[in-house]
């Protein structure tokens, strides 16, 4: 229709008619663009909450599991407290047996510190990653993310140390449970067989429970440190 009405006028050298079409014509194409604009960028703010919203969530799933194996690491700790400290006296009345065998089957079964990632891979692999708030708050995602894998790193180092002992304990101790399980605060005295008299007077056992010890303190302190980075995280990711 414009484009008939431009012609007409053309033809007719109605050049004033011509300039107003094409006036027409320009704020048009400049109302077009700014809509597109606007609805580009409508796109995304709302994409930018969307994100932010599931690294919210990622972050507090993160920082929960983190403290939850902080928890069963301290009750471990204890627990291996007691298997230390009966070994050192030689003493195990009947009722501790429960305890003192759920000790030596949770030696050794830790969690590495968790991080929910899928939302920052998402946002790397897409390229919107600099849609996230500012440098800084980008800064503090990827320093978030480096400290999970460097405390992830560590675990060789770890399981180097925590295997070999957690091996000697099982060549002293049986367990006749009827299903794996990961974690039990007690074991009924007749499915554990060992000799307590002999692990008393056996100091290379009595090292393999130090050590197992030693190592779940320090995983106890990565999952507690990297809680501590993923809060610090959330905080700012809150407060944008």
């Known amino acids: ?19 107003v079409d ?26 930018v909450q969307a994100y932010k919203k599931q690294l919210i969530t990622d972050m ?8 939850f194996q902080v928890t069963q690491g301290r009750q471990e700790v204890e627990q291996l407290d007691f298997v230390l400290t009966a070994l050192t006296r030689c003493e195990l009345s009947e009722s501790d047996k429960p305890v ?8 050794g079964k830790y969690d590495l510190p968790i991080m929910v990632t899928s939302t920052i891979d998402e ?11 500012d440098s800084e708050l980008r800064r503090k995602i990827s320093e978030t993310v480096r400290e999970y894998q460097t405390k992830l790193a560590i675990n060789p ?19 006749l449970l009827d299903e794996h399980r990961p974690r039990l605060p007690e074991i009924q005295a007749s ?11 056996d100091p290379t056992f009595l090292n393999a429970v130090t050590t197992v010890r030693e190592m ?24 944008e």
């Not at 946002?123 to 708030?133: D, E, R, S, V, Y």
């Not at 499915?191 to 007077?201: G, R």
Request: charged residues 15%; positive net charge; contains cysteine.
């Open 157 to 175: 180092q770890l399981a180097g140390r925590t295997i070999p002992s957690v091996n000697y304990v099982r060549t002293r101790v049986r367990f």
């Open 100 to 107: 003192f065998a759920a000790g030596l089957y949770n030696m």
């Open 22 to 47: 094409f006036v027409i014509v320009v704020i048009g194409v400049f109302i077009g663009i700014q809509v597109a604009n606007w609805n580009e960028a409508q796109k995304s703010r709302q994409a």
């Open 216 to 239: 779940t303190l320090a995983i106890i302190g990565l999952n507690g440190q990297m809680a501590e980075f993923q809060q610090a995280l959330l905080t700012d990711l809150l407060q």
């Open 60 to 67: 507090e799933l993160s920082i929960a599991r983190n403290q």
């Open 1 to 19: 229709m414009l484009l008939r009405r431009i012609t007409k006028h053309v033809k007719q050298q109605d050049w004033f008619a011509v300039w």
């Open 123 to 133: 946002l790397k692999a897409t390229g919107n990653f600099p849609l996230i708030g």
């Open 191 to 201: 499915k554990a067989v060992y000799d307590f008299e002999a692990l008393c007077t």
